[in-house]
């Protein structure tokens, strides 16, 4: 499995972006989907995951109610759409693919894509 993350980009606090990852290769492998990001001198977090059948999703308490990540089956995309963006979501997010069957993004099981940069600017 390869993903490709795109979407990142310098938008206003407040607004909006759309990250989009495709997916490539064995994606039939994949369970569960997720966005992570990685903010300067932090530890890379958990944004969101969702199943590779579409649901359940999954948000970190800090996104829930402005992000939403969904999937399009069709073309082995998943998107996080951001809104009300805060200053404090400046990061690198990075696209992950869990071929795991506990959907816990484990280092065995776990490919990423690069990151994309976003930056909020207040």
């Known amino acids: 499995v390869q993903l490709q993350a795109s979407g990142g980009g310098l938008v206003q606090a407040g607004g909006s972006l759309r990250l989009s990852c495709v997916a490539s290769g064995r994606t039939s492998s994949i369970n569960t989907m997720g966005w992570f990001r990685q903010a300067p001198g932090k530890e890379r977090a958990f944004v969101a995951a969702?199943?590779?059948?579409?649901?359940?999703?999954y948000y970190a308490e800090s996104v829930r109610g402005r992000f939403t990540i969904s999937r399009d089956g069709a073309k082995s995309t998943f998107y996080l759409q951001m809104n009300s963006l805060k200053v404090e979501d400046t990061a690198v997010y990075f696209c992950?693919?869990?071929?795991?069957?506990?959907?816990?993004?484990?280092?065995?099981?776990?490919?990423w894509g690069q990151g994309t940069q976003v930056t909020v600017s207040s």
């Open positions: 992950a693919a869990d071929q795991g069957t506990n959907g816990d993004f484990s280092v065995g099981d776990t490919v």
């Open positions: 969702i199943r590779w059948r579409g649901s359940p999703r």
